[in-house]
């Protein structure tokens, strides 16, 4: 069944650093992936948008890229800021508008 | 303008009983999601609709579970008999288009937390 997996361990890292966050994904070949921001008790807020035949896309702080020969996305936040600190999730395509999640990968980022 | 809403924004309820979640999507918004947040985990798809029809409830757990759309807005999430492993966050999203609109980002409510006792 497709599966879509993230690291479970939160990510601790300092303020200025590049966090990077990793989504793995198995048994299917997703037309795009999609990264949301989650903080807690609020649902989740979209981020970027990276299409199959696109190797990276940038905004800002942000840069998502997507390998479809190793089946993953890596999710760059350069100059981190404490108020980066959250729940990063992915998601991918699974027909129709259906996204299927990653379980996050929570971020801390310290002063 | 408005973003989406959703409520109650806490429920709790007995094991046995019915709950009703509503959801407001983004005016002008055809497509409609929800989704179920357990604790510590990802985001389970529920059922998608598209107007007022559902093209995919794959998504729902059992018959139990149950969804409609009226007028091409609101949206209502029904589950009948409650038992405990149905308490999670449910999330409503909404997007711009539907089938033909791959790469609409999704717009999500702030959840309805359900705890059934």
């Known amino acids: 069944s497709q599966k879509i997996e993230q690291n479970s361990e939160a990510l601790n890292i300092q303020e200025g650093k590049t966090a990077t966050l990793t989504c793995n994904y198995t048994n299917y070949s997703p037309a795009y992936l999609q990264w949301y921001r989650q903080d807690p008790g609020r649902g989740p807020v979209f981020l970027l948008l990276i299409r199959e035949n696109e190797k990276e896309k940038r905004k800002e702080r942000l840069k998502v890229t997507f390998d479809t020969t190793l089946k993953q996305s890596l999710f760059h936040i350069t100059a981190s800021q404490p108020a980066d600190s959250a729940t990063y999730l992915c998601?991918?395509?699974?027909?129709?508008?259906?996204?299927?999640f990653g379980a996050g990968t929570r971020l801390a980022v310290h002063p | 303008g408005a973003g989406v809403s959703q409520s109650p924004s806490n429920k709790v309820t007995e094991k046995g009983k019915d709950v009703e979640l509503r959801c407001d999507p983004i005016s002008g918004h055809t497509a409609l999601y929800w989704y179920r947040q357990s604790l510590g985990q990802g985001l389970e798809f529920l059922i998608y609709?598209?107007?007022?029809?559902?093209?995919?409830k794959s998504g729902l757990p059992s018959d139990r579970f149950s969804a409609e759309r009226t007028g091409g807005s609101v949206s209502t999430l029904t589950i009948q008999r409650t038992q405990q492993e149905d308490s999670a966050v449910y999330l409503c999203?909404?997007?711009?288009?539907?089938?033909?609109?791959?790469?609409?980002?999704?717009?999500f409510g702030p959840g309805t937390r359900l705890t059934v006792l």
């Open positions: 998601a991918f395509s699974g027909g129709y508008n259906k996204l299927i």
């Open positions: 999203a909404s997007s711009r288009t539907g089938t033909g609109g791959l790469y609409n980002e999704q717009f």
């Open positions: 609709f598209q107007g007022n029809s559902a093209p995919d």
